[in-house]
Structures are given as C-alpha cells and as structure tokens.
C-alpha cells in the first residue's frame, strides 16, 4: 500500500552559477543548529574540494540534511555551471521538488533554463526563491514577471506556475514570503519546504528498490553508491541483487554491507532504512549510477534518464619532453591510465577511450572546464603528462553529413563593446539570434554558435571587454557543420635551443611578441616561449649570450630592461594551444610545446598537411 513519509522532505537546490544555492545551504545548516555555537565554520562549507573554494563554484552535487520541527530535510546542493549538467540531471531522481534559486539583479540566466527545464520534465514542485535581494541594484519585482516568463516559455503546469515565491539573503541569513514583510531569519524557507514540497511516497511492504543516483569515492571504503528508498526497506546483512533498466541483462547478487544516512555534512551508520530515505551504501566495488538495488524475489529496475553524452575532447599523453620525468611523482603510462579510469568512479559526464597508441588517452568531456578541472586535480595529486589541444565531437546523421555540437551563448556587456563582440563572434562562425540594451547602458546579445567557435575564446573576450563582459554558454544539441574557424591569428615563438634563458636573449626575442618566459627558466627546442606578434611561428634562441670582447663597455648591460614575461594559467594555456601543439602538465610547471620538436620534421609535416589539404 502506497503511503508518504511526512517526517522526510527530499529536495534540491539548483540555480545558475553564482547565484547562491551554496551560501543558501550554510544558512540553512546553521540556523538548524547542525553546528555547535562556538564551532568555526567555514564559508561556503559544502564546498569542500580545494578548487571549489578557490573558484568559487560547485563541482560534485553534495547531500547534506537538517531538522526543521521534527521533518528531516535532506538537501542535495547541485552545480550550476552547464559543464556539470550531468550532475544536475541525476540528482533530481533522488528529490521530490527543487528550490530554484534565482539573482534579484541578474534574474533568470542560461543555466537556470537548463536546470528548471530538467525539474519540470520530472514534474518536480518548485519553490522560487529570490536571492541577493539586499544588492544595490537588485530589482526583484522584475525578476519575478520574468521567472514566470521562463516557466511559460518551458510549458509548465498550472501548479508549476502557481510557485510559492521567498525572497532572500542567503549571506545575510534573512527571508520573507513578501518584500514588504519584517526579514529576521530562515524560517519562512523552511515553513515553505515542508508546506509545499511534498513528502516522499512509496510501499513499505514492498520487496526493495533503491535506486543509485550518485556515486561517491573514498580511498578505504572504496565506491560509494547514494541513492532514494523508493519501495520496501533496506537493511544492512541484506542479500539484494543490481539492475538497471538501460542493461537489461544485468542481474549481479550483492550483500549490503554498510548503510548510511546524512546528518548534516555527515554520514551516520544506521541498520535500517524505510521509504523516502536518502542512503548511501557502501561495500559494493562495482556500483553504478542508474543502478537499482532490489530484493532477490522481484528485480524490478526503476527507470533512469540517460546521462548527456560528452561534446569535447582531448588526448592526454605520456610527457616525452626532454625535461620529462623531473617534476612528476606519477608519470608512466600506466599511472595515467589507472587514475583516469578511476575519475570515472564519480564523473558519470566523462569518457576515457584507450587510442591506437598506448602512451595516449583520448578523455571526452562536457566542456573546456569539466576537462581543465581534472587536469588541475591530476597536477596537483603529482602527475605529469601532456594534453592536447580541446576539439569537438562530430556526429553523422541519416544521410551522412556531418554534424557538430552547438550551443547558445548569452553576453553581457556594456554597449560600446557590442560591436566588438559580434564582429568576433562572427568569424567564428556564430549567428545572433537577439539583442536587447537595457536602460544602463548595458547590451544583452544572444548568439548561436558552435562549441569548437568558443573554444580558447574566453581570454580574448575578457580583453575585449576590458574585463567588464559575462559570458554564459548552454549545449543546445546538434546542428549541420558550419566551415572551418581560424582559432588564432598569431604564432607562436619557438625555443631554436636546449637550455637555460638568458637576459640577453630575451632581451632580443622581446621585440618579436609576447614571452612566456622570464630570465634563468629551463626550455627545450621546439617549447613555445612565446606569442608572435605576426601569423607565422618563429623560432628564437632565448638561451643566447653575448660574445666577450676584449674591449669593455662601461654599464652597457645595465641597459637592458626586460618587459614582465606574460605567465599563463591552466586556462589559458589550454585556449592558446593550438592544433600543432601540446600542453606539458607537471605538479610544478605548465609549459607550451611543439608537438615535433625537431624543427626540419616539423616544417616536412607542416609541408605535407598542406599537400593533402590541397588533395581534397
């Protein structure tokens, strides 16, 4: 018999990147008495991986829960940036609603359409809740009429439409149903929560379902499966068997060793758990997500929405430089191998393809920064290797013409850089769809571009911009091919020798461009050291000293005044690579490089590409 569970709520916190939903989770933690009084908490505390904390947004989906009169509220905060869409799509399976936080300034943003559009399909209650209405400029009436016109535009129901609306300040810990209501705390969200979200249902008489929609790693226990208990319940010591609706033939018999419930950010061990709850299950190595975990007498798999396919890749390669092996603690082939298939523990976006060549992996992700996080991840663990330059993934249709992933591109930026913008968008092959300017000053455009057309784009717009532009991309399927797109109109300057840099040297190559590197730093032949200031690559010898004479110029040496070295981020780096070109990663340097080294092999190779252009 069908029943709810009215001491649980399941649901999600979704928005758009920077938005709030992970400051809104600390409020709510901590006026839930989750933390002690006189406990330190950090910011952002759900946060807990390194490079989340220093970017300032969430990667990984976390499940935390609170205790608000007697109802346990289990939250999961999810991603908002469209590179960890995958995250966002599976954890709606485990909620019953979803709290779409919103920017009273910036209103409605691409990703928010992403992740609304997903908890609508699900038929998932929302509650809106109005962030950051203490900003200067925040104008929340505004962003009302404009999030029911997305909801609109999205088809939802009359009971989507009729939303509950709460209006906040996650950092201030304040909110109101109404503006004109007193804001003293985070009472109205959580009145708002229990009242609307509904309670979880299912049969507790029934044989077991659980079905798996996350997966966490630890290094002891090994994977993590956490999931919803739609059906029965589940105990530790219970024998239960794994199937999955995309893998019909799957049927594999496994014990529960361990269970875990959430209790604020932590797990509990508990025996038992009944419909509604959020567990998480350890003790099984070969888990995954879509799984469900059922009773051996009626293995009935629960339905599960395939996860977005990847639309870029890159390989990543055995470093082969002549500094190779100096810098890294894991840099054999098959350290680069374990620990990318073990990345696939937890990314469910990611794909790793063994290649032709046994040195080379070709890993496909959802985009430049789904991929750039990783790469940071293995650096920092002490790996080394090289990637390649990001290129997209091509499909065919019916009739065998070729189609490439497309997306839209939603800009901001003040009015007298719009020309600028389109002009650039343009040659890479992107269409405008809509242009607004707004009362000031400031241009909203809205492009129809390629993927490969943004790839190594973000540098040049935020130059472009003066660092004043906001730029925000959403995958938005395939579309025929467009032509080909020059990515860079520069070349690079080439190390001509082996060596360590010299001032005098690059006192000389200066004059051509833009150097990468500063005085003393090692190069090898055919590392880029450099941006040319022209098309053509050049190469330069950095490592040059003066020829000693006998005569001596008093002071002559003092004269030469270096211009600061350009230092690359990861990010960079990867957007200015090109095609004839590799990204060398090691814990402690990022370096750019020829794929040849040897210049005449290189300039042969270059000969030929262009023969067999000529051919076709």
């Known amino acids: 018999m069908i029943t709810s569970r009215e001491d649980i709520r399941n649901v999600a916190i979704i928005a758009h990147v920077d938005h709030g939903k992970t400051t809104l989770v600390d409020e709510m933690l901590k006026q839930s008495g989750i933390f002690r009084e006189n406990q330190e908490v950090a910011e952002r505390v759900m946060d807990s991986n390194d490079i989340e904390r220093e970017r300032g947004i969430t990667i990984l989906s976390k499940n935390t829960a609170v205790t608000y009169n007697g109802v346990k509220i289990n939250i999961v905060d999810t991603p908002g940036h469209a590179d960890f869409g995958g995250e966002v799509e599976r954890v709606l399976k485990m909620v019953n609603g979803v709290i779409l936080v919103v920017d009273a300034f910036e209103g409605p943003m691409p990703q928010t359409k992403f992740v609304t559009k997903k908890a609508l399909e699900l038929n998932l209650p929302l509650i809106v809740c109005i962030n950051k209405i203490d900003r200067p400029e925040a104008r929340s009436e505004e962003v009302i009429d404009e999030v029911l016109e997305l909801l609109l535009e999205l088809d939802a129901d009359d009971d989507q439409l009729d939303c509950p ?90 014990k529960i060793s361990k269970l875990y419930e959430f209790d604020g950010l932590n797990k509990v061990e508990v025996k038992e758990a009944g419909i509604g709850s959020i567990v998480a299950i350890s003790g099984i190595s070969d888990i995954h997500i879509g799984d469900t975990l059922c009773s051996p007498e009626n293995p009935q798999a629960i339905p599960f929405q395939k996860i977005s396919e990847p639309t870029i890749s890159m390989n990543f390669i055995v470093n082969d430089s002549p500094l190779a092996g100096r810098e890294g603690k894991f840099v054999t082939s098959r350290h680069l191998r374990d620990r990318l298939f073990r990345e696939l523990n937890t990314d469910v976006s990611l794909r790793v393809e063994e290649t032709e060549d046994a040195d080379s992996f070709k890993v496909s992700g959802r985009g430049e920064l789904h991929l750039s996080v990783l790469i940071e991840n293995m650096r920092r663990e002490g790996y080394e290797f090289a990637v390649s330059k990001a290129e997209v993934l091509y ?104 060596g360590e840099t010299i001032t005098y040297g690059l006192f000389a190559a200066q004059e051509r461009g833009t150097l990468f590197v500063g005085p003393g730093e090692k190069v090898y032949g055919g590392m880029v050291v450099g941006q040319n200031g022209k098309t053509d690559d050049i190469e330069i010898n950095v490592c040059k000293t003066k020829k000693l004479t006998n005569t001596r110029a008093s002071g002559a040496d003092d004269a030469l005044k270096l211009t600061p070295p350009k230092i690359l981020s990861l990010e960079q780096a990867l957007e200015f690579i090109d095609t004839d070109e590799l990204l060398e990663i090691t814990p402690e340097n990022i370096r750019i490089r020829k794929k040849i080294l040897d210049p005449t092999m290189r300039m042969r190779a270059k000969r030929n590409a262009g023969s067999n252009v000529k051919d076709k």
């Open 165 to 254: 609306f709460v209006f906040a300040s996650a950092k201030s810990g304040i909110a109101a149903l109404d503006l004109a209501d007193e804001f003293v705390d985070m009472k109205p969200l959580f009145e708002t929560i229990i009242d609307h979200i509904p309670a979880p249902t299912g049969d507790p008489e029934a044989e077991t379902q659980v079905l798996i929609s996350t997966i966490d790693y630890n290094e002891y226990v090994g994977r993590i499966g956490v999931g919803k208990v739609d059906n029965g319940s589940i105990k530790v010591n219970q024998d239960c068997v794994i199937v999955n609706a995309h893998e019909p033939d799957k049927c594999e018999k496994v």
């Open 395 to 498: 499909k065919r249709d019916e009739r065998g013409k070729l189609l490439e992933p497309m997306e839209v591109a939603v800009i901001d930026v003040p009015e007298e850089f719009s020309g600028t913008i389109i002009d650039k968008l343009s040659q890479r092959k992107g269409e405008l769809q809509n242009m607004s300017v707004s009362n000031n000053g400031q241009s909203r455009l809205e492009f129809s571009i390629p993927s490969r057309g943004l790839i190594g784009y973000r540098g040049e717009f935020l130059t472009d911009t003066k660092g004043t532009g906001i730029i925000n991309t959403l995958f938005d399927g395939y579309g025929p091919y467009k032509g080909d797109i020059q990515y860079r109109k520069q070349g690079s300057l080439i190390a001509y020798e082996s």
